[in-house]
């Protein structure tokens, strides 16, 4: 597939070359093509070569990716075929970079697979942050569930309670006799007594 410039001044005689070729793996059952290599021509002379990475799709989808470069900070996708080639003092990057080479139907790209990962940065952040809330919940799910009451219960009721007469005469001013047919009782003033269940 060649891509040229036309009449553009400076970029009359330059040619980008881009060798695509399909295989078909039994086990997606179905043909992908892949960018093998790009070539930049000038003037009928082969300037640069670069091998492509990771630049392939089903045959009846085409490729897309925001940047397609051979500088490091864009994560390069296309490498200098040799060490010693003159590849290297050529950058180049291809922005908002489409392409697809077959079963190509009214001149219109077909259905894009995206170059991006599925565990972006931003996504591996969200499933962390998930988990940890997940964590955090089975935790005060299993607090929730392991409660156990509480073993003592207080209830205060307000009742007289009446003692059988007691020899101590210090207690005399807090308690107070009462009138009863033959045996003689004392009821405490303060009436407020509690129960402890156990």
């Keep these: 597939l060649s891509l040229k410039f036309g009449d553009i001044d400076n970029l009359k005689g330059l040619v980008m070359r881009f060798l695509l070729t399909t295989s078909y793996y039994q086990l997606s059952v179905q043909n992908w093509f892949s960018l093998?290599?790009?070539?930049?021509?000038?003037?009928?002379?082969?300037?640069?070569?670069?091998?492509?990475?990771?630049?392939?799709?089903?045959?009846?989808?085409?490729?897309?990716?925001?940047?397609?470069?051979?500088?490091?900070?864009?994560?390069?996708?296309?490498i200098p075929s040799s060490p010693s080639d003159v590849s290297k003092l050529?950058?180049?990057?291809?922005?908002?970079?489409?392409?697809?080479?077959?079963?190509?139907q009214e001149g219109h790209f077909a259905y894009a697979k995206d170059c991006a990962s599925f565990f972006s940065p931003a996504i591996l952040m969200g499933l962390v942050m998930s988990l940890i809330l997940l964590l955090v919940l089975a935790y005060a799910l299993h607090m929730l569930i392991h409660l156990k009451s509480l073993d003592r219960h207080y209830e205060c009721k307000a009742s007289p309670a009446y003692f059988v007469q007691m020899k101590d005469n210090d207690m005399g001013d807090e308690k107070e006799p009462?009138?009863?047919?033959?045996?003689?009782?004392?009821?405490?003033?303060?009436q407020q007594f509690c129960k402890i269940y156990i």
């Design 178 to 190: 009462l009138r009863n047919s033959g045996n003689e009782s004392y009821e405490l003033r303060n």
């Design 36 to 78: 093998h290599r790009l070539q930049l021509v000038y003037n009928h002379s082969v300037q640069a070569t670069f091998n492509a990475t990771r630049i392939y799709a089903p045959s009846s989808y085409s490729y897309h990716c925001d940047r397609v470069s051979s500088l490091q900070r864009y994560d390069a996708l296309l």
């Design 90 to 104: 050529w950058e180049v990057t291809f922005i908002d970079f489409q392409i697809q080479g077959f079963n190509i």
